[in-house]
């Protein structure tokens, strides 16, 4: 049938045609006008069925259909296109498994050498498949690539798996070509989170069988693996936080093992966990101390003979915030200082206050019973023993500790801010020397310095009014900068009411910096210093009088917005507010994979906490005392460079040994130092690959089942590779002949129409 | 209240007209008196609108039985704080334990069985007593009383001081006795 229509349309020149189709070649309407035109003309023709004489009616029907026939072919321009085809074979897809997890052991040799053990087996299948279709080789890890060379020279050196990136590339490799079939071989552990159900669904989205080659679950040599931690990514200081650990046993008899929890290199936490089918699960709880950044790790100890001894440690970076910042605030009598700094405290929403003010003297006189009076015992052992540690900050506010007996609790005062909380003491006639500081643990953390103690010089509270002057340290420090952004700092202070009482003291404590100081007094003494206590944070307010800010600085006009700045300055220095830093290093990931760079980025600020452009940043990437490096440190593990107008800076180390980092960044501009930041970076000493090489059967099963294919061990060589696949072919050459550009047709189409107007006119219808 | 409680007190009271800048030395205010007074001009009612607005305290005592002085106050604080009525303040407010426990009024009279106030945000700026608790309080030059008490006698003038007491108390320490901490020991004391 074909050879006979070849011949008719093409007598002279048949011989490279061997098949022939219908087409239309009229490119005159859409698919829309077609379908009306159509409806038009069937509706045309079927008016004649209207008719009223019906011997006239059956020949008008046929005019009108034979019309509508030969117009529409006249339209649609049909024709005949002769063409000369050849088949084309389907592809199949080998796609290797190049991570290397493929060089972990078996039970018998490594999972790479398994794999080309299986192909090797499975050679008289494939080249049966080979008749039938073009074979292709791809090797997959972090991407998919086709290779050209025997599966034995394929490289398992990949540092990841991706699976899903590998039924994307067979996705596009099915759209683009007739791919019939996909042979996979893989251990199935990928290490970008595909699960299982996914994999399903993606598999179904390729519709091409995928023949899955793989590893029994236990086919692996012993191995235990700190197989998950899961963890909040922050946490509230002073609260109990949970680190759920997934501890893996393949091939071993353990019934237990150590799992330890360290914090910062120290050791934390200790506990044996009971494995019960190879798993085990613990969760530590703690409560972390610090705010800031900490470095966790767990760790397990390394069994002999194992296949992964680097999975056995897993470190995290935990960010620790406050819930709400603690202050405690003792007040040795009410007074306009406590109660407009109460009232401040008050409103901040991320403070929870806890106020203790002594109402009473020692010496006053009582008209009435203990039962009429609405006071409460000083819970001072409690205060200063057991809750003290859950304070972020604590105030004493012209407050004498002697006539409470608290002598034995100041030395609790001096390790919480060694230990790293902050200490504030507010100026007044019981403060300070008049206090009788001198020479007790608190003078110790104190900034300014109490000479004397006791039978020493008291230096006496000065009664007289002042206004404080900035030091240079002051002009520059958040704390003192209350002046309006842009405003010269000194001026602010100028225009507040004048302090009234003052502290002596005898200068600064080593490491203590003077913010504002008294103009006058001999030796300026410092009204307001700040100083660094190990790890801890202290601050001297030298005068019972800042409220003159808040209050009397309203008569001339002021809003007491200098106060509250100067106050909230200090509370979130003294809780050291990352925020108050002027410069800020933020790794993009706190903890990485080995091999992968380490990036970070750097803001720098300006005085007024804009931007600081062109500001030069040193930045360091230094091992951490105490935590396990592997090797030393690469050189070139420091980096500058220059922010840009908005203050930001960005670098990466590459090539990073495994091990915990601090990542330091120093900025400094032409006029000094800006500041310094740090934040803990860990390299883990096992890439993604390592940390759970265990086989994923599951995964790859789940591929079969859901394209068609089929499922085996690498103990299971293919007898036949099926093959679904429809039979495609590709035009070398064709030809179009027309059948419709003759003019008979169009004087055959006027025919009819003459006749049809004919038969309508005798029938009296026009 | 220097022999009772730990405040410091400066004991020679200043008088300062409410239009005089002076008063923001002095965050807590006693006005008192016994008759109708003239209007305040603009100038005071601004002063102390800001005096109180930004933290200061008013005691307003009213020391006569006539109602010339009450219409002078309840006119001058309608003219301060227009959006913010004089209001009872209620019983279990913190002023009525901020240092002692009370239960009810005193003052040299019982006029009225309650305090009024002007509240601001979350503090009573203003407290207008109508019982004249700084008759209870006056002493003459020799140290007597200068008023009697009545109907309670000395127990009302004890009271009285009491309550004066827990108004300063209220001034400097706002709602400290609110304060968690403090709840459980004085509901023990109330029962």
Redesign the interface.
Same mark, same amino acid.
């Given at each position: 049938m074909e050879d006979a229509v070849i011949r008719w349309f093409a007598p002279e020149s048949a011989g490279p045609f061997n098949d022939w189709r219908l087409i239309f070649q009229s490119e005159w309407m859409g698919p829309w006008l077609w379908v009306l035109a159509a409806i038009v003309g069937v509706a045309w023709v079927a008016s004649a069925l209207g008719v009223r004489r019906v011997r006239g009616r059956g020949a008008l029907l046929a005019l009108r259909a034979a019309v509508l026939v030969v117009a529409a072919f006249l339209v649609l321009q049909p024709g005949i296109e002769l063409r000369a085809v050849s088949p084309v074979r389907s592809q199949v897809i080998a796609a290797f498994d190049g991570s290397n997890s493929m060089e972990l052991a078996t039970r018998s040799a490594t999972r790479r050498q398994a794999v080309l053990d299986h192909w090797e087996r499975s050679s008289s299948a494939v080249a049966r498949l080979e008749q039938q279709a073009s074979l292709e080789l791809f090797a997959f890890g972090t991407e998919t690539q086709p290779v050209d060379r025997a599966p034995s020279e394929i490289a398992a050196d990949d540092a990841r798996t991706d699976l899903g990136g590998l039924l994307a590339d067979l996705a596009w490799q099915a759209e683009a070509r007739d791919l019939g079939a996909v042979i996979l071989y893989s251990d199935g552990a990928d290490t970008e989170g595909l699960t299982a159900a996914e994999a399903r669904r993606r598999a179904e989205q390729l519709g091409v069988p995928i023949h899955a080659v793989g590893f029994a679950e236990d086919d692996t040599g012993p191995d235990l693996a700190i197989a998950d931690v899961r963890t909040d990514e922050f946490a509230f200081v002073h609260n109990t936080v949970q680190i759920e650990v997934k501890i893996e046993a393949r091939n071993l008899r353990l019934a237990s093992v150590p799992v330890t929890l360290k914090r910062s290199g120290a050791v934390l936490r200790s506990e044996d966990v009971q494995l019960a089918g190879g798993e085990g699960n613990i969760v530590f709880e703690f409560e972390p101390k610090e705010v800031g950044k900490e470095v966790y790790t767990i760790s397990t100890p390394v069994q002999p003979g194992e296949v992964v001894a680097a999975n056995n440690q897993r470190s995290l970076v935990m960010r620790v915030i406050r819930d709400r910042i603690r202050v405690l605030q003792v007040a040795? *009598?009410? %007074?306009?200082d406590? *109660?407009?700094l *109460? #009232?401040l405290l008050?409103r901040n929403p991320n403070v929870d206050l @806890?106020?203790f003010? @002594?109402?009473?003297?020692t010496t006053?006189?009582?008209? +009435?019973s203990q $039962?009429?009076? +609405?006071?409460?015992p000083f819970?001072v052992n409690e205060l200063f023993t057991t809750e003290l540690d859950s304070f972020d900050v604590v105030i004493y506010q012209n407050f004498s500790y002697r006539p409470y007996r608290m002598a034995q609790y100041l030395g609790n005062i001096r390790r919480y801010v060694l230990d790293g909380g902050s200490f504030l003491m507010v100026g007044g006639d019981q403060s300070f020397q008049p206090g009788y500081y001198a020479g007790t643990p608190i003078a110790d953390v104190l900034p300014v310095r109490l000479d004397g103690g006791f039978g020493g010089t008291v230096i006496p509270w000065d009664d007289a009014s002042f206004t404080p002057r900035l030091t240079p340290q002051g002009r520059r420090h958040p704390v003192t900068r209350i002046a309006e952004p842009g405003a010269p700092p000194e001026r602010a202070y100028r225009r507040l009411p004048e302090l009234v009482g003052m502290n002596g003291s005898s200068g600064l404590m080593p490491g203590a910096e003077a913010l504002l100081e008294h103009p006058t007094l001999p030796g300026n003494p410092p009204v307001v210093a700040i100083r660094e206590v190990r790890k801890g944070r202290s601050m001297s307010v030298a005068t019972d009088s800042t409220w003159f800010w808040?209050?009397?600085a309203? +008569?001339d006009g002021g809003? &007491?917005r200098e106060y509250d700045r100067f106050w909230n300055q200090a509370l979130r220095w003294l809780i050291r507010d990352p925020e108050l830093s002027r410069v800020r290093v933020d790794a993009r990931r706190a903890v990485l994979p080995r091999g992968e760079p380490v990036e970070a980025d750097v803001r720098v600020l300006a005085l007024d906490y804009g931007g600081l452009a062109e500001a030069r940043v040193d930045v360091e990437l230094v091992p951490v005392a105490g935590e396990s490096v592997d090797g030393p440190v690469p050189e070139g593990r420091a980096a500058d460079r220059t922010t840009d107008e908005e203050g930001r800076a960005s670098l990466a180390f590459s090539d990073v040994a495994p091990g915990t980092y601090l990542l330091k960044a120093r900025a400094r501009t032409e006029d000094g130092p800006v500041g310094e930041a740090a934040e803990p970076v860990i390299v883990e000493p096992t890439d993604r690959e390592r940390r759970d090489p265990f086989p994923r059967p599951e995964i790859l099963r789940a591929l079969a089942d859901a394209s068609g294919g089929t499922f085996r061990t690498v103990t299971e060589p293919f007898d036949e590779i099926p093959l679904e696949t429809e039979q495609r072919v590709e035009v070398d050459r064709s030809r179009q002949i027309p059948l419709w550009d003759d003019v008979p047709w169009l004087f055959l189409l006027v025919g009819l129409l003459g006749a049809e107007w004919w038969l309508r006119r005798r029938a009296g219808l026009i | 209240m220097a022999?009772?409680? %730990? @405040? $410091?007190v400066h004991l020679s009271p200043r008088e300062l007209a409410p239009d005089d800048?002076g008063?923001? +030395?002095h965050?807590m205010l006693y006005w008192a008196g016994a008759s109708a007074e003239p209007d305040w001009s603009e100038k005071a009612v601004r002063n102390v609108r *800001?005096?109180l607005t930004? &933290? &200061?305290m008013m005691l307003v005592d009213r020391a006569d039985g006539e109602l010339g002085f009450d219409r002078s106050v309840r006119q001058t604080l309608e003219r301060l704080f227009p959006r913010s009525p004089l209001e009872r303040i209620p019983e279990d407010h913190v002023l009525y334990? %901020?240092?002692?426990?009370v239960s009810g009024q005193a003052g040299r009279v019982l006029r009225a069985p309650y305090l009024e106030g002007v509240k601001l945000q979350d503090r009573y700026a203003v407290v207008y007593s109508q019982n004249d608790l700084g008759g209870a309080w006056a002493r003459d030059a020799f140290g007597r009383w200068e008023y009697e008490v009545t109907p309670g006698g000395e127990r009302q003038r #004890?009271l009285s001081f009491?309550l004066g007491v827990n108004l300063a108390?209220y001034?400097?320490?706002?709602d400290?006795?609110d304060?968690l901490?403090?709840t459980p020991? @004085?509901l023990r004391?109330r029962r």
């Open positions: 040795g *009598r009410p %007074s306009w406590v *109660r407009f *109460r #009232e008050e @806890i106020s003010f @002594i109402l009473r003297s006053d006189v009582q008209k +009435a $039962e009429d009076l +609405a006071l409460i819970p808040r209050f009397r309203v +008569a809003q &007491g | 022999q009772r409680t %730990s @405040i $410091e800048r008063l923001f +030395a965050p *800001r005096h930004y &933290g &200061g334990k %901020s240092f002692y426990l #004890e009491r108390m001034a400097m320490c706002l400290y006795k304060d901490v403090h020991f @004085i004391r």
